[in-house]
Each structure stands twice: as C-alpha cells, then as structure tokens.
C-alpha cells in the first residue's frame, strides 16, 4: 500500500462554543469552553456586506482557511486549495426547493449563487485574492477523507504546500430527513512538502486500506456529532489531545489511516554542550 506523507504546518477548527484552534485544545484536554463564543463566524477576508450576505457554511469555512493560513505563517493568496463538504449549503438548497415548487418567478439570484457546491472555494479566491487551483470535492461520509488524499496527491505531485478545508451546516426542511446535519463545523490544516513555518509542525502519514472507521467517543467529536463533517473529527481529536494515530471513514469498506509523528525538539548548539 501507498503511504503519503505531508508537515502539518498550521490548524484550525471552529465549531459553536469552540471558535479558535487553541480553545478546541483546551477543550479535548480538559474540558473548558470560553464564555464569550460567537455564534456565527465572521470572516475578515471578506468585505462587511459580503461577510453579512455569505451563508454560514462558507463563513466557516473561510474563518478556518484564513486561520490555518495564519498558523503555519503562509500567504493565503500562495496556496492551491482543498474544500470538502457533504452536503453543501443545504439551507439554501431547501429554499430554492420550496421556492421553486410555489413561486419559480421569485427564486433570488443572490441565494441562487450562494446554493453551489464550490461557493466556499468561489469567496475564497476570490477574498484571499489567490490564483492557484481550487478544489471542491463532496463524498458523502468520506469528503474529508477524500478531500485529505486529493491534498495529499497535490503534494506528491509538486505542490509545495496546499491548504485543506472541511465544512458542513445544519439540513433544512424535508432534506433533513433524507441528509441530516446539526450546527456548524468547519476544520482546515496547511499541509506542507517541506515545512517553512508553523509553531508545531507535525508529520501526518496516511495510509488507504480495507475496514471500516471505529466510532470516534473523543471530545470534539462528542460536541459536534450531529454535523455530517464529524466524520474528519478523529484526527482533530488526535491533534488536540496529541495522540499517535487516528483512523478517518474513506468510503464503504474503506479507512484512511493516519499515523502523526511531533517535530523533533530543536536543540540550541554552544560552546558548552560540545563540551559537555
């Protein structure tokens, strides 16, 4: 089997109660929650009528981006880009549905646009002004795993660093029943060939293989279990808790392992330990 290995050079998750990376931490460690949580992303790459207008699925995701962007000290602008999400923005699909269904004539152009697939990617570029390749991928339960081996593949292919992006909202109407999500979720890391920055970086190796992904009972995945992009939870769990390994759900009868590897301390060289 093919092992693919890439720097985790920056982390972000935001879900609500949970808005930074550093929080999500703490939480899985200890079980804190701050008390002042926004309960909406508000993404600074995008003008304030925009960041107003944008849905919640693609705040999240451009909060995470620019966030993870920020960790690993790259310019989001230099990145190619990965964006996974099961469904989408499903609130938006529901109301063109409706919309569609009684009163065609009143379908808004503004909602209409928001309701595709790679919007998230679209505000991206566009806010972060980068003109690398953006990609959006959907695969039911295994969008993130999917979405981590295309950003993995790019890198095996040339790309020095690339940034991951998993996203999902809450289901609406009659699609809830058919694809149910709850709250808002979204995680991003800044994988890199050879890393030039980041405060921990960390070797990730992924490894597909036959099985099925175990039932993750960590503490990030427990506040977020009804949101469709849980299923990327297992390694944020890993991370923050600084586990050895994690195992993501990568289609039917397919796992995606994952084994993570700390940087080695880095040691300062004098005089004196050459001595000692």
């Known amino acids: 089997m093919t092992t693919l290995t890439a720097r985790i050079e920056g982390i972000a998750l935001w879900t609500r109660g949970l808005p930074t990376w550093g929080d999500a931490v703490a939480h899985a460690r200890g079980g804190a929650m701050p008390?002042?949580?926004?309960?909406?992303?508000?993404?600074q790459l995008l003008a304030p009528n925009e960041r107003r207008r944008a849905p919640e699925t693609v705040a999240v995701a451009l909060e995470v981006a620019l966030a993870a962007c920020q960790a690993a000290g790259r310019d989001p602008a230099s990145l190619p880009s990965v964006f996974a999400s099961t469904?989408?923005?499903?609130?938006?699909?529901?109301?063109?549905?409706?919309?569609?269904?009684?009163?065609?004539?009143?379908?808004?152009?503004?909602?209409?646009?928001?309701s595709v697939h790679n919007a998230a990617a679209g505000y991206w570029t566009i806010g972060a002004g980068a003109m690398a390749a953006a990609t959006a991928i959907s695969a039911l339960h295994a969008s993130f795993a999917q979405g981590l081996l295309e950003a993995l593949a790019q890198l095996a292919d040339g790309a020095p660093a690339v940034l991951l992006v998993g996203y999902d909202g809450a289901s609406a109407g009659p699609l809830a029943g058919v694809t149910p999500s709850e709250g808002l979720l979204g995680g991003a890391l800044v994988l890199a060939r050879d890393p030039s920055g980041g405060r921990d970086p960390m070797t990730l190796?992924?490894?597909?293989?036959?099985?099925?992904?175990?039932?993750n009972d960590g503490p990030l995945a427990r506040?977020?279990?009804g949101n469709a992009m849980a299923t990327m939870l297992p390694l944020f769990d890993a991370?923050?808790?600084g586990h050895a390994s994690a195992v993501l759900d990568a289609g039917p009868g397919r796992v995606l392992?994952?084994?993570?590897v700390p940087a080695p301390a880095t040691r300062?060289?004098?005089?004196?330990?050459?001595h000692a």
Not at 101 to 111: L, V
Not at 205 to 215: H, K, Y
Not at 268 to 274: A, C, G
């Open 257 to 260: 392992q994952l084994s993570l």
């Open 87 to 114: 469904h989408g923005e499903l609130g938006i699909t529901d109301y063109m549905c409706r919309t569609l269904a009684t009163e065609p004539r009143t379908i808004s152009p503004t909602r209409f646009h928001n």
């Open 239 to 241: 991370l923050a808790a």
């Open 205 to 215: 190796a992924a490894t597909l293989g036959d099985g099925d992904a175990p039932a």
């Open 35 to 43: 008390g002042d949580a926004p309960t909406r992303p508000s993404p």
């Open 223 to 225: 506040l977020a279990a």
């Open 268 to 274: 300062t060289v004098t005089d004196e330990s050459l």
